[in-house]
């Protein structure tokens, strides 16, 4: 059996192997009731686990005020700059303020990236008011986090021509273009630029196994919605149980977000 797993089933923090977790929401939520938002409580379930750090930004962003967002992450990257990798959140409905938003955090602070979020939003991923923010971020090698789903403002037609058009940034889908996993996989064979993330995989049994074998293991993130959305143990599982081997598994747990987030 794999070490990981046994390890994982005896209970134990995974300490051995460097974990990072790239979907990490935090602070507060207009949309339904989150037990425990706090940073503490987030910790707390990360080194239960054995998850050294993970890529966060706001909920605040994803409603109208990605100001107020923003500068709850930056609490916690004061606390903690060890534990959390910071993403800045614009909200496309406010361009100046979302272009601000980026070249203080981005450029002044030097946060990691980049996340929108279309459905959030409502705003198609590729439509003109993101335009500024990709070409930030390909001018300033910056990787770009998206909302991905099967429907008109974030599916795999939109990310084409946005692979096609960006090709110096990396994007990383959240949900791997849920449900459509066939056409995220095919994008990501066609564009070296794009990564497929895990969240909300796990009720897909086998899911993780085929990606590897379409896309190789370098181009798969480990991702929990992190912060009360689910608990990451949700997402962990499923990495930890599938048949690929332990290299495998250690890229998609950690080893490929070094290198996509530049750290
Ligand atoms: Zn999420």
Redesign the pocket.
């Known amino acids: 059996m794999s070490a990981l797993l046994e390890r994982a089933k005896a209970g134990l923090p995974l300490d051995e192997v460097h974990i990072i977790d790239v ?1 990490g ?1 935090v602070g507060p939520w207009r949309s339904f009731y989150i037990p425990d938002t706090t940073e503490e409580g987030t910790l707390r379930i990360m080194d239960r686990i054995g998850i050294d750090r993970a890529v966060i930004f706001s909920n605040a962003g994803m409603g109208s005020d990605h100001v107020l967002g923003n500068r709850i992450v930056a609490d916690y990257i004061e606390s903690h700059p060890d534990r959390f990798i910071p993403l800045v959140f614009p909200n496309p409905r406010y361009p100046d303020e979302a272009r601000s938003e980026v070249e203080h955090y981005c450029g002044k602070l030097g946060w990691r990236g980049i996340k929108i979020h279309p459905t959030g939003n409502q705003y198609p991923a590729d439509g003109p008011n993101y335009t500024p923010l990709w070409e930030y971020a390909e001018a300033h090698g910056l990787p770009v986090v998206c ?1 991905s789903w099967d429907n008109v403002l974030c599916n795999a037609r939109v990310f084409e021509r946005i692979a096609k058009r960006f090709p110096g940034v990396n994007i990383v889908l ?1 949900h791997s273009i849920k449900p459509d996993f066939a056409g995220a996989a095919e994008l990501a064979r066609k564009y070296g630029n794009l990564f497929l993330e895990l ?1 909300d995989v796990a009720p897909h049994n086998g899911l993780i196994e085929w990606l590897v074998s379409e896309v190789g293991s370098e181009r798969i993130l480990y991702g929990s ?1 992190l912060g009360g ?1 689910f608990s990451p143990l949700h997402g962990i599982g499923p990495v930890l149980y599938a048949t690929i081997s332990e290299a495998d598994k250690r890229k998609i747990l950690g080893e490929n977000a070094v290198r996509v987030f530049r750290l």
């Open positions: 979907h929401h909302h959240y969240t919605d959305w």
